[in-house]
């Protein structure tokens, strides 16, 4: 087993955990933080994929956009202690049944599919090619987009800076 191999393993664990965590507790709080850690390891597994841009991308918007938020949103709630999630468990025998039977399909996918593989990309041509098709070919939705998002924030400011009548 490489290093390549024991770093991407430890990347699935922290993901799978923190997930796990994100979906189980009854914890708001720890919830919020598990999801952090899921993030992470998602960007950390794309990384190891040469999958640069992805990640950066992963980074900045979920981490820094999304998570931040919910994090600020949980903690500037009030009486964030007493919130009690309740999870109904009347379901635990049919579900188990369905998800060992996704999990045999998934299983049996995983072992009879003849994977094609290849040599990885060159870690630099991801965001050079990326960055050259956004300002060529792809200028027009490019700047939509743009205007799309320009757009959306000013709204989002007026409704946000509406005095109440």
Known sequence: MSLYDIIFY????ITLGSALIVVSSKNIVHSAFSLLFTF????????LLNADFIAVVQLIVYVGGILILIIFGVMLTNK????QIKSETIQI???TIAVGIFAGIL???L??????????ASYDQTIFEI???LVTTYVLPFELAGILLLI?????VMIARREKE
């Open 10 to 13: 430890l990347f699935a664990i």
């Open 40 to 47: 992470f390891g998602v960007a950390g597994i794309y990384v």
């Open 80 to 83: 964030i202690t007493d919130v």
């Open 93 to 95: 025998i049919p579900a």
């Open 107 to 109: 299983t049996a996918a």
């Open 111 to 120: 072992l009879k599919t003849d994977w094609y593989t290849s040599n990885p």
């Open 131 to 133: 960055g050259r098709q």
């Open 152 to 156: 959306a924030l000013i709204g989002s």
